[in-house]
T-cell receptor, first 113, second 116 residues
Framework: DAGVTQSPTHLIKTRGQHVTLRCSPISGHKSVSWYQQVLGQGPQFIFQYYEKEERGRGNFPDRFSARQFPNYSSELNVNALLLGDSALYLC????????????FGPGTRLTVL | GDSVTQMEGPVTLSEEAFLTINCTYTATGYPSLFWYVQYPGEGLQLLLKATKADDKGSNKGFEATYRKETTSFHLEKGSVQVSDSAVYFCALRVNAGGTSYGKLTFGQGTILTVHP
């Protein structure tokens, strides 16, 4: 079975631009979470979606937004990019419910110049 | 708020040495505790977990015991291998509803390098 997939693998943008990152969860998983991992640090929680509704939001500015589609895939959007947005963006999926393990994708490496 | 603190790294060991990576936490609820491993160029993989006090999680020779009295979840392995070289993250998830639904809080990570 395929794991969590993310696209693109790498992305280079300039300050002020907009970016969309995509995530496909494991088949049957209905919950998707997004994390930002800055180089040398642990992942920071951005959003969690379950059944197309936002269920959790981390301490990130409104420039960050996300959505989940009927097939449970998800997009993370970041507007007005800043140099500090350069990071590895990780997507994780889980079946549902608080106790289910989150399975992580390989991430999208975003570089903002 | 919830937080996880890991020992300062990096850690460099010789093959077959004993490994300890310290992890302590602060949580407002009753957390589940996790260790994740990240190999170069890959995403995070769950290594082990413990969901209540005194539980011991174990996998691939790694162990960690949930110590509520010391708010700790130290990772140990009796004999490391070169293939264990990776970044290790301690994490918690508070078992409460509301907006923290499923949120993982991670430590800063510890880089482990094992030499032959």
């Amino acid at each position: 079975d395929a794991g969590v997939t993310q696209s693109p693998t790498h992305l280079i943008k300039t300050r002020g631009q907009h970016v969309t990152l995509r995530c496909s969860p494991i088949s049957g998983h209905k919950s998707v979470s997004w994390y930002q991992q800055v180089l040398g640090q642990g992942p920071q929680f951005i959003f969690q979606y379950y059944e197309k509704e936002e269920r959790g939001r981390g301490n990130f500015p409104d420039r960050f937004s996300a959505r989940q589609f009927p097939n449970y895939s998800s997009e993370l959007n970041v507007n007005a990019l800043l140099l500090g947005d350069s990071a590895l963006y990780l997507c994780a999926s889980s079946l549902a419910g608080l106790g289910n393990e989150q399975f992580f994708g390989p991430g999208t490496r975003l570089t903002v110049l | 708020g919830d937080s996880v603190t890991q020992m300062e790294g990096p850690v460099t060991l010789s093959e077959e040495a004993f490994l300890t990576i310290n992890c302590t936490y602060t949580a407002t609820g009753y957390p589940s505790l996790f260790w994740y491993v990240q190999y170069p160029g890959e995403g995070l993989q769950l290594l082990l977990k413990a969901t209540k006090a005194d539980d011991k999680g174990s996998n691939k020779g790694f162990e960690a015991t949930y110590r509520k009295e010391t708010t700790s979840f130290h990772l140990e392995k009796g004999s490391v291998q070169v293939s264990d070289s990776a970044v290790y993250f301690c994490a918690l998830r508070v078992n409460a509803g509301g907006t923290s639904y499923g949120k993982l809080t991670f430590g800063q990570g510890t880089i482990l390098t094992v030499h032959p």
